[in-house]
T-cell receptor, first 114, second 115 residues
């Protein structure tokens, strides 16, 4: 157990729907990062939050949004889902805001859009 | 901007033989470099990290990597492969000193270990 908790582990939903993925960072970590892993794109950085504020944005679609709550857990919202959104979504956390010493990853949420 | 190139998408070795997974990077600032491993249907686990201290970095499970600034490389090695090493390995760069707060991942190298 890495200390980063992601729920749910698996999610199957239909095109056009909206889902919410949840992440609880490791105790003491203030930064949360979201990544998407797909066969064709590899690991893609989506977005980072540090202590409740958005810090960096990567290849995140406008249909996707995220937030970090006062208790530091984070949610990634995916809407108007398309088949191509099927992927493994990872959350990672780090103590600081630059991941200088590496991140701790959760075990991921596997999203299947049908 | 930072980038990472893993030179081999797939490496196959026999159990007990050495492992070499190659990684080259580019970075505008002094980089931190990492290797992560992902076993099938699992999350990513940090193997080792270089953060401007010793250039030869030792990690878990007998892996090590050497930071070579002149060659912009950070290759991962292990003297003797074990069946449990079969996994996908990601080389990762993070820039220090810039405004870039994200890690950039290589596309991964799939390591197969044959009995």
């Amino acid at each position: 157990d890495s200390g980063v908790t992601q729920t749910p582990k698996h999610l199957i939903t239909a095109t056009g729907q909206r889902v919410t993925l949840r992440c609880s960072p490791r105790s003491g970590d203030l930064s949360v990062y979201w990544y998407q892993q797909s066969l064709d794109q590899g690991l893609q950085f989506l977005i980072q939050y540090y202590n409740g504020e958005e810090r960096a944005k990567g290849n995140i679609l406008e249909r996707f949004s995220a937030q970090q709550f006062p208790d530091l857990h984070s949610e990634l919202n995916l809407s108007s889902l398309e088949l191509g959104d099927s992927a493994l979504y990872f959350c990672a956390s780090s103590q600081g805001n630059r991941g200088l010493y590496g991140y701790t990853f959760g075990s991921g949420t596997r999203l299947t859009v049908v | 901007a930072q980038s990472v190139t893993q030179l081999d998408s797939h490496v196959s070795v026999s159990e007990g033989t050495p492992v070499l997974l190659r990684c080259n990077y580019s970075s505008s600032y002094s980089p931190s470099l990492f290797w992560y491993v992902q076993h099938p249907n699992k999350g990513l686990q940090l193997l080792l990290k270089y953060t401007s201290a010793a250039t030869l970095v030792k990690g878990i499970n007998g892996f090590e990597a050497e930071f070579k600034k002149s060659e912009t490389s950070f290759h991962l090695t292990k003297p003797s492969a074990h069946m449990s090493d079969a996994a996908e390995y990601f080389c990762v760069v993070s820039e220090n000193g810039g405004s870039n707060y994200k890690l950039t991942f290589g596309k991964g190298t799939l390591l197969t270990v044959n009995p």
